[in-house]
T-cell receptor
Framework: DSGVTQTPKHLITATGQRVTLRCSPR?????VYWYQQSLDQGLQFLIH???????AKGNILERFSAQQFPDLHSELNLSSLELGDSALYFC???????????FGPGTRLTVT | GQQLNQSPQSMFIQEGEDVSMNCTSS?????WLWYKQDPGEGPVLLIA?????ELTSNGRLTAQFGITRKDSFLNISASIPSDVGIYFC????????????FGEGTQLTVNP
């Protein structure tokens, strides 16, 4: 158990809909990273938040957004969903030193 | 985004055999991490490497940070059935902050 929690575990929704994925980092970690894992793209970095502030963006679509709240949990919002958004979405958290990221169990999103 | 070139893509071995896999890049990395992912789960950190030439072990796993800082290797000795899974390398670059770039993964199958 990495100490990172994600909900829900599975999500099935229709095209055009909007969903919110939730992540709680390890106790004490201020950094949260979101990744998308699909069969043809591997693990792709989406966005990084540190202590409530956006720090870096990767290949994140404009239809996607994220935020980190004062209690340090983070939410990834996916809107106008398309079939191609079906993937595993992971969050990871990192401590104050080093670059070791600890991953949550992921949310499997299926868009039908 | 930039990907790390990880090889081999897949390996089929007999229990007890040793395994080697590697990651290469055309760019320099400051940190190399190795993760293992089981089906439906999040990646689990195995080993972290921070210094060129560093050789680090974790049980039957040994990883090395290449001298050129453009590659890393992971060896698994005396494989067992529970070693089955996908192994990912990940690297951190000075120019990319704390985000990680992932290799495409090596699918390991161990036959009892």
């Amino acid at each position: 158990d990495s100490g990172v929690t994600q909900t829900p575990k599975h999500l099935i929704t229709a095209t055009g809909q909007r969903v919110t994925l939730r992540c709680s980092p390890r106790s004490g970690d201020l950094s949260v990273y979101w990744y998308q894992q699909s069969l043809d793209q591997g693990l792709q970095f989406l966005i990084h938040y540190y202590n409530g502030e956006e720090r870096a963006k990767g290949n994140i679509l404009e239809r996607f957004s994220a935020q980190q709240f004062p209690d340090l949990h983070s939410e990834l919002n996916l809107s106008s969903l398309e079939l191609g958004d079906s993937a595993l979405y992971f969050c990871a958290s990192k401590g104050p030193s080093g670059y070791e990221q600890y991953f949550g169990p992921g949310t499997r999103l299926t868009v039908t | 985004g930039q990907q790390l070139n990880q090889s081999p893509q897949s390996m089929f071995i007999q229990e007890g055999e040793d395994v080697s896999m590697n990651c290469t890049s055309s760019s320099i990395f400051n940190t190399w991490l190795w993760y293992k992912q089981d089906p439906g789960e999040g990646p689990v950190l195995l080993i972290a490497l921070y210094k060129a030439g560093e050789l680090t072990s974790n049980g039957r796993l040994t990883a090395q940070f290449g001298i050129t800082r453009k590659d890393s290797f992971l060896n698994i000795s005396a494989s067992i059935p529970s070693d089955v899974g996908i192994y990912f390398c990940a690297g951190q670059q000075e120019t990319s902050g704390s985000r990680l770039t992932f290799g495409e993964g090596t699918q390991l199958t161990v036959n009892p």
